[in-house]
């Protein structure tokens, strides 16, 4: 099986940074624009071997790879905030 494995550093900084930016929404739509924006701004890392994967978290477990991912989703946070697609401009709150 062939996966990117930088996808589950993405979804860790989504669920330790989301709680910094209270104006971001936070429903389905905003947070999957912030996973998309940030996966599209960070290498991607595949791998399809148990071996590879081992390697390839080593590597993004370097704090330079991990504040690549941390700096993206931060700017994604705050300009999803600022035109989220869902239409929500209460800040914070997610239906």
């Keep these: 099986m062939i996966r990117n494995v930088v996808e ?13 930016f209270p104006e971001f929404c936070g429903c ?3 947070r999957d ?4 924006y940030t996966l599209n701004r960070v290498p991607a ?3 399809s071997s ?4 081992v390697l390839t978290e080593v590597s993004l477990e370097k704090d330079q790879s991990r504040a ?3 700096v993206a989703m931060m700017d994604g946070l705050r ?10 401009r209460g800040g914070g709150r997610a239906p």
């Design 8 to 20: 589950e550093h993405v979804h860790a900084a989504y669920d330790s940074l989301r709680p910094r």
């Design 28 to 30: 389905d739509i905003c």
């Design 33 to 36: 624009d912030a996973l998309v």
């Design 45 to 47: 890392r595949y791998v």
């Design 50 to 53: 148990r071996q590879g994967s």
């Design 68 to 70: 690549a991912i941390e």
């Design 79 to 88: 300009k999803i905030s600022q035109a989220p697609r869902c239409g929500s």
